[in-house]
């Protein structure tokens, strides 16, 4: 393991131990931050495609998809063990579907098409009122884990650590695929995608496999969030839905896998406490912080601190 | 916001640790779960409301009605010597962020009571947290019959009536005044309230008139601007009643296009939320359309239970906001009320001493308050006793805007979901003869 990995490593880990630290000590913030981080892994996944240079304006489908799913199927099968893997299914198995049609557009085709079926099923969800009582959205009972049932602190708890530890392995995970040949190929196709061709890469397949790594990331996501609120609505499949997903990727920045989570944290804190400042106004706060990032810091969150590091004479360890 | 909030003992270590890591100066550290038996030095209320959103038209007056009638409890004293104090939220950026507010309310801002909310996906999801964090909840405008049908809750009541009551009575209304009517069609906003209302109607319908003619049902997209296809197929399907349970900027647009085509003088139209728009569209809206109010709302009840409180309030509001009230500021006028009898009852009951969060929570199990216009019954589901007001518009030199003349009260018990029952079950019992054994109707008198 190089020595740059190894101090990515720790400083995941020290992130994490902060998340838990600030989650133990100011009680109310455990749930904002579960949220934050589910988003986060769901931006992981727009962070690949974004490595293609292609902007994903739908991928609260596959939040959305996700959490329905575990909505559906928590009632029967009420363990977060078994509701994780079936939401990622449903939304790796949608998302193979329907990237085999949109792998073949790029850009704003790419991203309306993308908005257009995110829509599509957002309308499902309030037309098939029977089923999925509208926009009142349905209720999921206590989850369990690992078959014990747990009370609802520490149920909590444990929603805060299975999110923390897909974090740590999706991002794990993206960190080790964006450096392999697959990952190459998706900077390779924002670069110039006929070379890639040329090469003998079909870029189609190298977006389809991104594509439906983000669909399963977003799935996961998706779960942990209807886990944690307990409560589902059609609102999570609506385009505001997914341009939250966009802005929290512009905001954490697209240079490294950090990026998402840090600006999962910023949108989310900066929201809540937006909100409790200025209840009638939150929006103007956040829409500035957005405008500051865009106009004065192009590589978001995660490119200020890099900069600023590397700023620092003594920062060497961070180059 | 966060200089006058206060710190729980115990929790100044906290503080000084988030502010160590650099969360800061916006950080507020609350109390653990655990009922305080203490009197506080202020009553702190977590308020939810749309600020912002299509939904702020119901919102926004809420919210001032609440400011008010907080000013005018804090210049008598507060609430047994406490002085009371407002914290909004906005539920408008949708429910997975308002959980996080309803918690930050109980564990930050460690409010003693919270009045939730104006959507109904709100209270679905914020009463079982009430049970879960202990607060005491008032569901303050909500129209849901799905809470207190489907579970209990000790922790959360309902200061106001629910869906089931605000559709039936506009029903009822409509048998009694147009009883020979053959067809209905229907235009609702597509989403949960629009289509549980047709749900309730519909069902009601055919258990008290069978065989009326559905001659279209029309969910055009919540917060449409357009209603031109649905007008000119209404203009070719001519129903003999037309029903609308949209508000809002939908109700004012569908209202003002129905007018400019003639639909009003083709069929008769039934509006159980229209009070809250008369105002907005004015004299657009003809005479002869059937309107209410979610509830006994309007400032001219024509037998308010104190009619001095009435005309104080509607006075009052008119002087600092320049507008009418319409039924959500009635709806915050009750959980205000509520909660003062609440705490009131709940003092008593300990021989003067403040109560805990349960204590209180157990208060209003059952309790009687004043609404503005009468008396709600708090049921032991929780579910609130409201009585039902129903008119017909009438155009008067008085106002710039329609009145409503012909005005039935009808009694909230008559026809309020029995406890126990879910609403759509109970309604195909309902007995063909209901219609006729309604109050009689009162005329206006300007």
Redesign the interface.
């Known amino acids: 393991m190089s020595r740059r990995a190894l101090l990515e490593l720790v400083a995941a880990l020290a992130a994490a131990a ?1 998340v838990l ?2 989650a133990a ?4 913030l455990r ?2 931050l579960t ?1 934050a981080i589910a988003k986060g892994i769901a931006v992981l996944g727009i962070l690949l495609l974004l490595r293609a240079g292609q902007v994903s304006f739908g991928h609260a489908l596959y939040v959305a998809l996700a959490a329905y799913a575990a909505a559906f199927a928590a009632p029967r099968m009420p363990e977060a063990l078994l509701l994780l893997p079936l939401g990622a299914l449903v939304s790796g198995a949608v998302g193979l579907v329907v990237g085999l049609f949109v792998v073949r557009y790029r850009e704003i085709f790419f991203g309306m098409l993308n908005l257009a079926l995110s829509m599509v099923f957002y309308s499902v969800l ?2 098939f ?1 029977a089923l999925t ?5 349905i ?1 999921l009972p206590a989850i369990r884990y690992v078959g014990t049932a747990l009370g ?1 602190e520490e149920a909590g708890w444990a929603t805060l650590a299975v999110a923390i530890l897909l974090a740590l392995g999706f991002g794990a995970f993206v960190r080790v695929y964006l450096l392999s040949p697959m990952g190459e190929a998706l900077s390779a196709m924002k670069t110039r995608e006929t070379r890639l061709e040329f090469m003998g890469i079909p870029a189609r397949r190298v977006l389809l496999a991104a594509y439906v790594l983000s669909a399963v990331m977003a799935g996961c996501g998706g779960v942990i ?1 209807a886990m ?4 589902v ?1 059609p ?2 499949a609506y385009w505001t839905a997914s341009g939250e997903l966009v802005f929290i990727a512009i905001l954490g920045g697209a240079g490294s896998v950090f990026g998402p989570f840090l600006g999962a944290f910023g949108y989310e ?1 900066t ?3 937006a ?3 200025v ?2 106004a ?2 103007m706060i956040l829409g500035i912080v957005l405008l500051g990032v865009i106009l004065f810091a192009p590589g978001g969150l995660w490119g200020m601190g890099r900069s600023a590091l590397r700023r620092r004479p003594a920062g060497e360890g961070a180059a | ?1 966060a200089g006058d909030v206060r710190f729980a003992p115990g929790s100044l270590t ?1 503080r000084a ?2 502010g160590a ?1 650099g ?1 800061g100066s ?5 109390r ?1 779960v655990q009922a305080q038996a203490a009197k506080p030095s202020e009553l702190k209320v977590g308020i939810a409301t749309y ?2 959103g299509p939904a702020s038209v119901f919102g926004v007056p809420g919210r001032q009605a609440a400011e008010m009638l907080f000013d005018e409890i804090n210049a008598e004293g507060g609430i047994a010597g406490v002085k009371v104090r407002p914290i ?3 539920e408008g ?5 308002f ?3 309803y ?2 309310l ?4 460690n409010v003693n009571i919270i009045f939730s909310a104006i959507s ?2 709100d209270c ?2 914020c009463t ?1 947290l009430a049970d ?1 964090l202990k607060r005491p909840t008032l569901l303050w405008d909500c129209g ?1 019959q ?1 809470i207190f049908e489907d579970a209990r809750y000790q922790y959360a009541v309902r200061t106001q009536g629910n869906a089931t009551p605000e559709v039936l009575a506009a029903l009822l209304y409509v048998l009694r005044a147009k009883p020979d009517f053959r067809s209905i069609a229907v235009v609702n906003q ?3 309230w629009g ?2 209302s047709w749900a309730i109607w519909k069902t009601a319908m055919d258990t008290l008139k069978p065989g009326v003619r559905v001659a279209a049902e029309f969910f055009p997209r ?1 917060g449409a601007t357009d209603f031109s296809t649905e007008v000119t197929r209404l203009l070719a399907l001519r129903p003999d009643v037309i029903l609308t349970t949209s508000w809002g900027g939908d109700l004012d647009a569908f209202i003002r296009q129905s007018a400019e085509r003639r639909l009003f003088e083709r069929s008769t139209f039934v509006m159980p939320l229209a009070e809250s728009s008369l105002e907005r569209v004015g004299k657009t809206l003809p005479a002869g359309v059937i309107v209410g109010g979610r509830g006994d709302h309007w400032f001219g009840h024509p037998s308010p239970k104190d009619p001095a409180l009435l005309a104080r309030f509607t006075e009052n509001y008119r002087k600092r906001f320049s507008t009418w009230p319409i039924y959500p500021t009635h709806h915050m006028a009750q959980a205000v009320f509520a909660m003062k009898a609440g705490y009131e009852k709940a003092i008593k009951a300990k021989g003067g001493g403040w109560p805990t969060d349960a204590e209180l929570a157990a208060a209003f199990q059952g309790l009687e308050f004043p609404s503005l216009t009468g008396t709600i019954k708090i049921r032991e589901d929780g579910q609130g006793l409201e009585d039902q007001l129903i008119g017909t518009t009438v155009h008067t030199d008085k106002y710039p805007f329609p009145v409503l003349t012909d005005m039935v009260v009808f009694k909230a018990a008559d026809i309020t979901t029995p406890v126990g029952q879910k609403s759509l079950d109970w309604l195909k019992t309902l007995s063909p003869d209901m219609p006729g054994k309604m109050p009689a109707p009162v005329p206006y008198r300007g």
């Open positions: 902060i630290l600030v000590l100011v009680p109310w749930f904002v949220i309030e037309k009122y009582h509208g926009t009142d959205g209720r609802p969030i944690t609120t307990r409560h609505t609102a999570l804190l929201r809540t406490y909100a409790a400042l209840a009638d939150w929006q | 916001m906290r640790a988030l890591l969360v916006l950080a507020l550290a609350g653990s600020l912002s909004f939220v906005d950026p949708g429910v997975d962020h959980v996080g507010e918690r930050r109980v564990q930050s801002e109904s996906a679905l999801a079982p879960e849901t799905r597509d989403y949960a289509r549980d919540f």
